[in-house]
């Protein structure tokens, strides 16, 4: 084997991973009618003039399984977060009571655990292009060392080692996109 071929393979490979990483992060983020401060992940407020995560300005914790405390290090920034969530269109609306916002996380609906499935399969479905990209890719490079000298076999066995890839981490996919769903249409 030799570094080329192992070369291919490795960029292939962490092609792949990032993708199934990326999912799983954005997978996070939705929200099942459990509460989870993954939520406000992507949420920033304006924090001394730079836009900032709410985790990073606040502890957020999750006292029961349908609330979300956020206590701000500084009382000034609550309006600012109350309006950073409003703003992301969680589907939640803050309150607070001078010292720290609570969020309490509504019971889904059959119509939005529907959407929430289509968000999640849009999201996979993205992964999965990430999956296909990464293994035209290396099949390509492949094909290209072949014709600068890689031996014929060779060069097929890799195919065959990316088409093994792509499948593994498919399943991956796959497993993650079915556990999501099924958090997501558990009631």
């Known amino acids: 084997m030799t570094d ?23 997978l996070l983020s939705v929200r099942a009618g459990k509460a989870s401060p993954n939520v406000l992940n992507g949420v920033m407020v304006e924090y001394y003039g730079t836009p900032t995560a709410i985790p990073q300005v606040a502890s957020v914790t ?4 349908k609330t979300i ?6 009382k000034k920034l609550i309006p600012a977060i109350e309006k950073a969530i409003l703003v992301a269109n ?8 001078g010292e720290q916002i609570r969020l309490t996380i509504p019971a889904l609906t059959e119509e939005r655990r529907k959407q929430l499935v289509k968000q999640v399969r849009s999201d996979a479905e993205t992964a999965r292009v990430s999956l ?3 293994r035209r890719d290396a099949v390509e490079g492949f094909k290209k060392a072949q014709k600068e000298g890689m ?13 093994k890839l792509t499948d593994k981490f498919s399943k991956k996919l796959e497993e993650l996109l079915d556990a999501k769903e099924k958090e997501i249409m558990t009631v």
């Open 132 to 134: 296909r990209n990464a």
């Open 151 to 163: 031996p014929e076999d060779m060069a097929k066995d890799g195919e065959t080692e990316t088409q």
């Open 4 to 26: 080329e071929y192992k070369l291919i393979l490795d960029i292939a490979s962490e092609k792949m991973q990032k993708a199934i990483e990326h999912l799983t992060e954005s």
């Open 69 to 74: 405390l956020i206590q701000p290090w500084e």
């Open 90 to 97: 969680l589907g939640l609306t803050p309150s607070n009571n």
């Open 62 to 65: 999750v006292p029961d399984a």
